[in-house]
């Protein structure tokens, strides 16, 4: 069965650093997503991703975080200058077709020092 | 803004048992999903519910949707040590994002 791919599966950094997560989507699947879940609460929606372009954001997703699909296969969440607060389980997800459900991935857990 | 509340937060519950958990939310949809997570782990995707009265069933879970109550209940049946998890419902409403409930972790007792 096709999977969503994330790497690493665990980020240790320093607060104030930048960070990278990767993911690769499904080959075939248009929309991308990051979702966020700090340790024992619930998922967040952090942003969408549909045609090369952002199409929705939270809150959450301010100036500090941008995404990239740098090629045809991998799909990034950047963090620019990371925060204790941001220490979670970051997710990221595809679908095909919209509104079918989404595949996530095995997630990266990043821990801000 | 969009609440989903599932009740209740936490349960244990004997082998055997039955139980429902319930997925609330606050406006108007026609889209539930439920996921599992086991500690650390991502999440599954167990349904997906895509009109009112939908109810979909694997294993000892069945799933169902009352889109006018803006209800979902995912019920277990006989349940075994191997569903102890938590339990996600999640709300799609017409947006490109999906809202997640609060969690439902569950542990079957032998």
């Known amino acids: 069965e096709p999977e969503v791919t994330q790497t690493p599966s665990h980020q240790v950094t320093q607060m104030g650093q930048e960070v990278i997560l990767r993911c690769v989507p499904i080959?075939?699947?248009?929309?991308f997503y990051w979702y966020r879940q700090i340790l024992g609460q619930k998922v967040e929606f952090l942003v969408s991703?549909?045609?090369?372009?952002?199409?929705?954001k939270s809150e959450i997703f301010d100036d500090q975080f941008s995404v990239e699909r740098p090629d045809g296969s991998n799909f990034t969440l950047k963090i620019r200058s990371t925060k204790l607060e941001d220490s979670a389980m970051y997710f990221c997800?595809?679908?095909?077709?919209?509104?079918?459900?989404?595949?996530f991935g095995s997630g990266t857990r990043l821990t801000v020092v | 803004e969009l609440k989903v509340e599932q009740n209740p937060l936490f349960l244990s519950m004997q082998e055997g048992k039955n139980y429902t958990i319930y997925c609330n939310y606050s406006?108007?949809?026609?889209?539930l999903y439920w996921y599992r997570q086991d500690p650390g782990k991502s999440l599954e995707s167990l349904f997906v519910?895509?009109?009112?009265?939908a109810v979909k069933q694997e294993g000892r879970l069945m799933a169902s949707l009352d889109t006018k109550a803006r209800l979902s209940t995912l019920h277990i049946t006989a349940a075994v040590h191997d569903l102890s998890a938590t339990y996600f419902c999640?709300?799609?409403?017409?947006?490109?994002?999906?809202?997640f409930g609060t969690g439902t972790s569950l542990t079957v007792i032998p």
């Open positions: 997800a595809s679908n095909g077709q919209g509104r079918s459900g989404y595949t």
């Open positions: 080959s075939n699947h248009l929309y």
């Open positions: 991703f549909y045609n090369n372009e952002i199409s929705e």
């Open positions: 406006t108007t949809s026609d889209r």
């Open positions: 519910l895509l009109s009112n009265g």
């Open positions: 999640a709300v799609d409403i017409w947006s490109n994002q999906f809202y």
